[in-house]
C-alpha cells in the first residue's frame, strides 16, 4: 500500500504509549507526534519513537502534519479534545467510552460529521473471537431468539486505589460490556434500567466496590451487568471477564480469566499473563489492540466501514446514564429517547 496515515497521539499514559508501541510497527501509518500535559512524559515517549512532541493539544492540532489522532486522555477529556480534533479536519480514533454522558457523545458524532471527519471509538472487544463468535452465532440463529444475558467484569482493588474516585468503573471497565450487550441484542432497544451498589473495602478511595445493573429490553429480554474492582491483589487477577447469552436455541459462554499458560515461581505467587489484547514479546505490543488500530488505519485510508457501531458507542453510555439516575434515586429508571 502507497497511501500512508500520519498519526498524532493525544496522551502518553498507559494506553497511549501502547498506541504509540502499534503505530510503529504498522507499514501503512507514521507516528508524527505525541502530547501530554506532562513534558517529561511527553518528552520521554517522543524520544522513544523518535516523533515530535506537545504539551499543548491545540497547538498540536494546529502545527502538526498529522491526518488523524488516537485519543487516550482521561474520560473527563474525551469531548473537548474530541471536539477540537473534529474541527482541526482530522480524522479521530478515541478510547472508549466515547464520553462520559450522552449528550456529550453526540456531540462529539455531531463534530466529526459538520466536520467531515472519521470517527471511531475504540470498543476492543470488537476484536475480540469469543464475542465476535457469540455475535455471529446470533446473527445466524443457532442461539434462536435471545432470552437473556449475564455479563461480568472484576478487576483488583488497587486500580481502585490508583484512580482515587476520579473515574467510575462503568466508564472505565463495564461500558465494554453495554456495547456487548447492546451487539448480542440488537436491534431490539433498552427500554428500563435498575442499579444497586455497595462500596466497603473501597470506601477510603471514594469509590464503589460492586455494582449489578438489570437491564429491559423492548422486546423482553433482560441482562444483568455486573461490575467490582474490589479483588484481592494478586498476580492471578488481573481481569475476570465472563458473559452467558442464553436463547430459545442454545446458549453462549464466555470465560476470559486463565488464558491457558500459567507462570508458577518458587516461593511466589502464580501469574496469569495478559496474553489477548495488548501482550507483550519480541518487543512489541501484539493483541486485539494492534488489530483494532491496524483496522482504523486501513478503513481511514480506503474509505470502509468501521467495524464499531458508533451508535452503539453512544447508545452503551446512554444507559449508563440511566444506571447513574438509577444510582441516585434507589428507583428502575426509564429510558426515553424523544
Not at 497547538?59 to 469531548?79: P, R, T
Not at 480534533?85 to 464520553?99: Q, R, S
Request: charged residues 25%; glycine residues 6%; aromatic residues 10%.
Amino acid at each position: 500500500m502507497d497511501k500512508v496515515l500520519r498519526m498524532g497521539v493525544i496522551g502518553c499514559g498507559f494506553f497511549g504509549s501502547k498506541h504509540c508501541d502499534v503505530l510503529v510497527q504498522l507499514p501503512n501509518a507514521k507516528l508524527t507526534c505525541v502530547c501530554d500535559v506532562n513534558e517529561n512524559t511527553a518528552k520521554e515517549v517522543a524520544a522513544k519513537y523518535d516523533c515530535d512532541y506537545y504539551t499543548d493539544v491545540r497547538e498540536m492540532l494546529q502545527k502538526a502534519a498529522v491526518d488523524a489522532v488516537s485519543i487516550c486522555v482521561s474520560e473527563d477529556y474525551h469531548f473537548e479534545t474530541a471536539v477540537a480534533a473534529a474541527k482541526a479536519k482530522k480524522h479521530i480514533l478515541i478510547e472508549k467510552p466515547i464520553a462520559t454522558n450522552a449528550a456529550d457523545a453526540v456531540s462529539i458524532q455531531k463534530a466529526a460529521e459538520e466536520n467531515g471527519v472519521r470517527l471511531m471509538v475504540a470498543h476492543i472487544l470488537k476484536w475480540d473471537g469469543r464475542y465476535v463468535y457469540t455475535d455471529e452465532a446470533i446473527k445466524r440463529g443457532d442461539l434462536g431468539e435471545v432470552i437473556s444475558m449475564y455479563f461480568k467484569r472484576s478487576t483488583t482493588h488497587d486500580t481502585a486505589e490508583n484512580f482515587g474516585g476520579k473515574v467510575s468503573f462503568f466508564h472505565y471497565m463495564i461500558v465494554h460490556d453495554f456495547e456487548a450487550m447492546l451487539t448480542f441484542a440488537a436491534p431490539a432497544k433498552v427500554v428500563k434500567v435498575y442499579s444497586q451498589w455497595t462500596n466497603k473495602r473501597n470506601k477510603a478511595y471514594n469509590s464503589q466496590d460492586t455494582v449489578f445493573n438489570t437491564i429491559t429490553f423492548d422486546n423482553g429480554t433482560l441482562a444483568s451487568i455486573q461490575g467490582c474492582w474490589s479483588l484481592p491483589v494478586n498476580k492471578a487477577l488481573g481481569i475476570v471477564a465472563q458473559a452467558e447469552v442464553i436463547g430459545t436455541k442454545g446458549v453462549s459462554y464466555i470465560d476470559l480469566k486463565n488464558q491457558g499458560l500459567e507462570i508458577i515461581r518458587e516461593h511466589d505467587e502464580t501469574e496469569l499473563p495478559e496474553l489477548t489484547y495488548w501482550p507483550q514479546y519480541y518487543g512489541y505490543t501484539l493483541g486485539k489492540l494492534k488489530e483494532e488500530i491496524n483496522h482504523f488505519i486501513n478503513a481511514t485510508l480506503n474509505g470502509e466501514e468501521y467495524l464499531v457501531s458508533t451508535e452503539n458507542a453512544i447508545e452503551a453510555v446512554r444507559v449508563i446514564d440511566a444506571c447513574f439516575e438509577s444510582l441516585k434515586t434507589g428507583l428502575p429508571v426509564e429510558i426515553n429517547r424523544a
